[in-house]
């Protein structure tokens, strides 16, 4: 994924603007720009939003808390143990750890 898409996807979160998704994959506006002409916005499914609540080091504790951010998001809360299935599905699938009494981001995301 190139540095341009990876920008518009983390552009997708709230409160993310087009200029700190630019500066965080080292891209420029203009990029940017052209590649969303070129591929669209794609909306973020509920494992984008799992994931990005893990960016920066942060641990996962609050399913609660997460379940109602993505149906802030999402307009559709996830049902109950969806969430737990999905955290398994990444731990098995490497992308994230189970840390301390949560889980933590394996990798980058996007």
Do not use: N
């Not at 996830?78 to 992308?95: I, N």
């Amino acid at each position: 994924m190139s540095p341009e898409e990876r920008a518009i996807r983390y552009a997708r979160l709230p409160g993310v603007t087009v200029a700190a998704a630019c500066r965080r994959f080292g891209t420029t506006r203009a990029r940017f720009y052209a590649a969303r002409r070129r591929t669209g916005a794609p909306p973020l499914s509920v494992e984008d939003l799992v994931l990005a609540s893990m960016l920066d080091g942060a641990v996962l504790r609050d399913l609660d808390g997460l379940a109602a951010f993505i149906d802030y998001v999402d307009h559709a809360r996830p049902a109950a143990g969806e969430l737990d299935e999905l955290l398994a599905r990444l731990v098995r699938d490497g992308k994230a750890r189970v840390v301390d009494g949560g889980w933590a981001l394996v990798g980058e995301w996007p």
